[in-house]
């Protein structure tokens, strides 16, 4: 069964932390993506990575980066973690053509 | 640029009785559409798609959804509902005019499916 699998189903961390968020895909798909979900807000895109060292900017990238050094493997950086960034973290793949998504379970952060 | 507009923030419907999410969207060429499910503190998950050729497509659990390009519209459906239908629906869209194959998702709609 193909998946996208999310290092941490709920995380904790302290402002300031450096925090990853990990991703892992077994489909062999080019496209990885990192949104965040918020009540009222739906879903909002912060980074994605079309090839591997390659990344591009979303909707929301502020206090974010990623790296992708592996084409399966998309992490997701907060610097410094803060409080606004308490939220559900969820990755999704999908092949160079025009498709479907596949996510992954979800991160649920809490910064404290 | 595309968009995608679920009109609903929250439907509630009877165990039983038809569900019907709906779902506008806007885009500069040919769409592809996807409707996922999401359940409490979970990922999304996949429940059908239209590509091209027949407008009614059939996807998981019993739900379905007509393209209709005149409408612009891709409403979701199941002719009875269960409780355990009950959950946040998102509807995509994507098209060749983006780069990258980026979904634009609606803000989703919560079902409330009541015994």
């Known amino acids: 069964d193909v998946k996208v699998t999310q290092s941490s189903r709920y995380l904790v961390k302290r402002t300031g932390e450096k925090v990853f968020l990990e991703c892992v895909q077994d489909?062999?798909?080019?496209?990885m993506f990192w949104y965040r979900q918020d009540p009222g807000l739906g879903l909002r895109l912060i980074y994605f990575?079309?090839?591997?060292?390659?990344?591009e900017k979303g909707d929301i990238p502020e206090g974010y980066s990623v790296s992708r050094e592996k084409k399966e493997r998309f992490s997701l950086i907060l610097e410094s973690a803060s409080t606004n960034q308490t939220s559900m973290y969820l990755c999704a793949s999908s092949p160079r053509t025009l498709g479907g998504y596949t996510f992954g379970s979800g991160t649920r952060l809490t910064v404290v | 640029a595309q968009s995608v507009a679920q009109p609903e923030d929250q439907v509630n419907v009877a165990e039983g009785n038809p569900l019907t999410v709906k779902c506008t969207y806007s885009v500069s060429g040919n769409p592809y559409l996807f409707w996922y499910v999401q359940y409490p503190n979970r990922g999304l998950q996949f429940l059908l798609k239209y590509i091209t050729g027949d407008n009614l497509v059939k996807g998981s659990y019993g739900f379905e959804a007509e393209f209709n390009k005149s409408q612009t519209s891709f409403h979701l459906k199941k002719p009875s509902a269960l409780v355990s239908d009950s959950a946040l629906y998102f509807c995509?869209?994507?098209?060749?005019?983006?780069?990258?194959?980026?979904?634009?998702f609606g803000a989703g709609t919560q079902v409330v499916v009541t015994p």
């Open positions: 489909m062999d798909h080019e496209n």
């Open positions: 995509a869209v994507q098209t060749a005019a983006d780069s990258w194959g980026k979904f634009q």
């Open positions: 990575s079309y090839d591997v060292k390659m990344k």
